[in-house]
Protein backbone atom coordinates (compact mmCIF):
# COMPACT_ATOMS: atom_id res chain seq x y z
CA UNK A 1 0.00 0.00 0.00
CA UNK A 2 1.82 3.21 -1.23
CA UNK A 3 2.05 5.82 1.58
CA UNK A 4 1.12 9.29 1.66
CA UNK A 5 3.19 11.12 -1.22
CA UNK A 6 4.37 14.65 -1.49
CA UNK A 7 5.56 16.84 -4.87
CA UNK A 8 8.46 18.04 -4.84
CA UNK A 9 10.68 17.13 -2.22
CA UNK A 10 12.86 20.20 -2.48
CA UNK A 11 12.09 23.89 -4.42
CA UNK A 12 13.36 27.40 -4.15
CA UNK A 13 11.87 30.57 -4.71
CA UNK A 14 12.13 33.95 -4.25
CA UNK A 15 10.13 36.45 -2.46
CA UNK A 16 7.01 37.34 -4.12
CA UNK A 17 6.43 34.79 -6.36
CA UNK A 18 4.01 31.67 -5.92
CA UNK A 19 4.49 27.99 -4.83
CA UNK A 20 1.89 25.14 -5.50
CA UNK A 21 2.77 21.90 -3.44
CA UNK A 22 0.90 18.60 -4.25
CA UNK A 23 0.25 15.98 -1.66
CA UNK A 24 -1.17 12.34 -2.84
CA UNK A 25 -3.24 10.74 0.35
CA UNK A 26 -3.04 6.77 1.17
CA UNK A 27 -5.64 4.96 -1.27
CA UNK A 28 -9.19 4.73 0.49
CA UNK A 29 -8.06 8.07 2.67
CA UNK A 30 -10.74 11.05 2.48
CA UNK A 31 -9.01 13.81 4.48
CA UNK A 32 -6.13 15.36 4.15
CA UNK A 33 -4.25 17.84 6.30
CA UNK A 34 -1.31 20.32 5.99
CA UNK A 35 1.15 21.29 8.35
CA UNK A 36 3.91 23.67 8.17
CA UNK A 37 6.83 23.08 10.39
CA UNK A 38 9.71 25.33 10.90
CA UNK A 39 12.42 25.85 14.10
CA UNK A 40 10.98 28.57 16.07
CA UNK A 41 7.09 27.50 15.60
CA UNK A 42 7.34 23.86 15.29
CA UNK A 43 4.55 21.99 13.48
CA UNK A 44 1.08 24.59 12.82
CA UNK A 45 -1.55 23.66 11.37
CA UNK A 46 -2.85 25.05 7.75
CA UNK A 47 -5.89 23.44 7.02
CA UNK A 48 -7.97 19.98 6.22
CA UNK A 49 -10.25 19.14 3.68
CA UNK A 50 -12.20 15.79 3.35
CA UNK A 51 -14.52 15.00 0.10
CA UNK A 52 -13.11 18.68 -1.47
CA UNK A 53 -14.34 20.76 1.33
CA UNK A 54 -12.24 22.28 3.74
CA UNK A 55 -13.11 21.55 6.84
CA UNK A 56 -10.89 22.84 9.61
CA UNK A 57 -8.94 25.88 8.88
CA UNK A 58 -5.74 27.14 10.95
CA UNK A 59 -4.79 30.79 11.33
CA UNK A 60 -2.76 31.78 8.63
CA UNK A 61 -3.15 34.62 5.96
CA UNK A 62 -4.87 34.56 3.10
CA UNK A 63 -1.76 33.88 0.94
CA UNK A 64 -2.19 30.55 2.02
CA UNK A 65 -4.66 28.34 0.40
CA UNK A 66 -6.05 24.95 -0.34
CA UNK A 67 -7.74 22.65 -2.21
CA UNK A 68 -9.03 18.76 -2.48
CA UNK A 69 -9.78 16.97 -6.04
CA UNK A 70 -12.15 14.35 -6.43
CA UNK A 71 -9.66 11.90 -6.11
CA UNK A 72 -8.62 12.98 -2.75
CA UNK A 73 -5.52 14.62 -3.89
CA UNK A 74 -4.49 17.99 -2.31
CA UNK A 75 -2.87 21.25 -3.40
CA UNK A 76 -1.67 23.61 -1.39
CA UNK A 77 -0.83 27.18 -2.77
CA UNK A 78 1.25 29.95 -1.46
CA UNK A 79 1.16 33.49 -3.10
CA UNK A 80 3.32 36.36 -2.78
CA UNK A 81 6.18 34.24 -0.58
CA UNK A 82 8.05 35.97 1.87
CA UNK A 83 11.27 34.86 3.33
CA UNK A 84 9.43 33.61 6.59
CA UNK A 85 7.36 31.15 4.52
CA UNK A 86 10.42 29.22 4.28
CA UNK A 87 9.79 26.11 5.75
CA UNK A 88 8.65 22.19 5.83
CA UNK A 89 5.53 21.64 4.41
CA UNK A 90 3.99 18.64 6.20
CA UNK A 91 0.41 16.83 4.08
CA UNK A 92 -1.23 13.96 6.37
CA UNK A 93 -4.13 11.42 5.16
CA UNK A 94 -6.49 10.17 6.94
CA UNK A 95 -9.93 8.10 6.60
CA UNK A 96 -11.78 11.09 7.87
CA UNK A 97 -14.44 9.47 9.40
CA UNK A 98 -15.85 11.22 12.48
CA UNK A 99 -16.01 7.61 14.63
CA UNK A 100 -12.94 6.35 16.39
CA UNK A 101 -9.38 7.87 16.34
CA UNK A 102 -8.38 9.07 12.52
CA UNK A 103 -4.35 8.51 13.00
CA UNK A 104 -3.13 10.76 10.73
CA UNK A 105 -0.19 9.54 8.08
CA UNK A 106 2.68 11.88 7.27
CA UNK A 107 4.35 12.23 3.83
CA UNK A 108 8.05 12.88 3.67
CA UNK A 109 7.64 16.92 3.14
CA UNK A 110 8.19 19.85 0.66
CA UNK A 111 11.06 21.70 2.36
CA UNK A 112 10.53 25.19 0.80
CA UNK A 113 13.37 27.73 0.53
CA UNK A 114 12.50 31.50 -0.22
CA UNK A 115 15.24 33.70 -1.11
CA UNK B 1 -8.65 26.44 20.80
CA UNK B 2 -6.60 23.57 22.02
CA UNK B 3 -3.13 24.30 23.05
CA UNK B 4 -0.68 21.47 23.65
CA UNK B 5 2.24 21.97 25.41
CA UNK B 6 5.69 19.75 25.93
CA UNK B 7 8.10 21.28 28.51
CA UNK B 8 10.99 19.58 27.77
CA UNK B 9 13.00 21.08 24.62
CA UNK B 10 15.86 18.40 24.57
CA UNK B 11 15.98 15.15 26.90
CA UNK B 12 18.97 12.67 27.06
CA UNK B 13 19.19 9.04 28.10
CA UNK B 14 21.39 6.07 28.14
CA UNK B 15 20.63 3.10 25.90
CA UNK B 16 18.61 0.62 27.48
CA UNK B 17 17.30 3.22 30.44
CA UNK B 18 13.68 4.43 30.48
CA UNK B 19 12.85 8.14 29.94
CA UNK B 20 9.93 9.76 30.04
CA UNK B 21 8.93 12.59 27.87
CA UNK B 22 5.86 14.87 29.33
CA UNK B 23 3.00 16.70 27.59
CA UNK B 24 -0.22 18.58 28.85
CA UNK B 25 -3.19 20.07 26.70
CA UNK B 26 -5.73 22.53 27.71
CA UNK B 27 -9.20 21.76 27.05
CA UNK B 28 -12.88 22.09 27.70
CA UNK B 29 -13.91 19.41 25.59
CA UNK B 30 -15.02 15.73 27.31
CA UNK B 31 -14.36 13.42 23.91
CA UNK B 32 -11.29 13.72 22.43
CA UNK B 33 -7.65 11.91 21.33
CA UNK B 34 -4.40 11.96 22.19
CA UNK B 35 -0.92 10.96 20.38
CA UNK B 36 2.92 10.41 19.87
CA UNK B 37 4.62 10.81 16.91
CA UNK B 38 8.18 10.42 16.37
CA UNK B 39 10.02 12.46 13.69
CA UNK B 40 13.32 10.84 13.44
CA UNK B 41 16.16 12.66 11.79
CA UNK B 42 14.86 11.55 7.80
CA UNK B 43 11.75 13.39 8.58
CA UNK B 44 8.89 11.26 8.37
CA UNK B 45 6.74 11.69 10.99
CA UNK B 46 5.62 8.31 12.33
CA UNK B 47 2.67 6.97 14.76
CA UNK B 48 3.93 6.00 18.51
CA UNK B 49 0.56 5.56 20.48
CA UNK B 50 -2.57 6.93 20.43
CA UNK B 51 -5.36 7.03 23.65
CA UNK B 52 -8.66 7.82 23.28
CA UNK B 53 -9.84 10.15 26.29
CA UNK B 54 -13.43 7.98 27.14
CA UNK B 55 -11.08 4.66 28.17
CA UNK B 56 -9.23 5.32 31.21
CA UNK B 57 -6.66 2.17 30.39
CA UNK B 58 -3.13 3.63 29.68
CA UNK B 59 -2.56 2.66 25.82
CA UNK B 60 0.94 0.69 25.62
CA UNK B 61 2.96 -0.41 22.32
CA UNK B 62 5.80 -2.42 23.21
CA UNK B 63 8.67 -0.64 24.95
CA UNK B 64 6.21 2.48 24.48
CA UNK B 65 3.37 3.32 27.04
CA UNK B 66 1.86 6.61 28.28
CA UNK B 67 0.14 7.75 31.88
CA UNK B 68 -3.22 9.39 30.93
CA UNK B 69 -4.03 11.71 33.11
CA UNK B 70 -7.68 13.25 32.04
CA UNK B 71 -8.10 15.16 35.06
CA UNK B 72 -4.65 16.74 35.44
CA UNK B 73 -5.01 17.01 31.37
CA UNK B 74 -1.42 15.18 31.43
CA UNK B 75 0.14 12.72 28.68
CA UNK B 76 3.32 11.75 29.29
CA UNK B 77 4.99 9.10 27.54
CA UNK B 78 7.55 6.30 28.96
CA UNK B 79 9.95 4.64 26.42
CA UNK B 80 11.65 1.57 28.55
CA UNK B 81 14.70 0.00 27.42
CA UNK B 82 15.47 3.00 25.23
CA UNK B 83 17.64 1.76 21.65
CA UNK B 84 19.49 4.07 19.55
CA UNK B 85 16.85 4.30 17.17
CA UNK B 86 14.90 5.91 19.48
CA UNK B 87 16.63 9.10 18.56
CA UNK B 88 14.19 11.65 17.44
CA UNK B 89 11.97 14.45 17.74
CA UNK B 90 8.94 13.30 19.70
CA UNK B 91 5.23 14.75 19.09
CA UNK B 92 2.86 14.95 21.76
CA UNK B 93 -0.61 15.50 19.45
CA UNK B 94 -4.44 16.55 20.73
CA UNK B 95 -7.23 15.85 18.17
CA UNK B 96 -11.04 16.49 18.13
CA UNK B 97 -13.27 16.76 15.21
CA UNK B 98 -10.45 15.81 12.88
CA UNK B 99 -8.48 18.89 14.03
CA UNK B 100 -5.32 17.43 15.11
CA UNK B 101 -2.78 19.81 16.72
CA UNK B 102 0.83 19.70 18.38
CA UNK B 103 2.92 20.46 21.02
CA UNK B 104 6.57 21.92 20.27
CA UNK B 105 8.30 18.62 20.37
CA UNK B 106 11.13 17.19 22.86
CA UNK B 107 14.36 16.10 20.97
CA UNK B 108 15.30 12.82 22.58
CA UNK B 109 18.85 11.64 21.95
CA UNK B 110 19.52 7.97 23.04
CA UNK B 111 23.31 8.00 23.91
CA UNK B 112 25.37 4.37 23.43
Known amino acids: KAGVTQTPRYLIKTRGQQVTLSCSPISGHRSVSWYQQTPGQGLQFLFEYFSETQRNKGNFPGRFSGRQFSNSRSEMNVSTLELGDSALYLC??????????????FGAGSRLTVL | AQTVTQSQPEMSVQEAETVTLSCTYDTSENNYYLFWYKQPPSRQMILVIR??????QNATENRFSVNFQKAAKSFSLKISDSQLGDTAMYFC?????????FGAGTRLTVKP
Open chain 2, 51 to 56: QEAYKQ
Open chain 2, 93 to 101: AFMRNNDMR
Open chain 1, 92 to 105: ASSAGTSAGANVLT
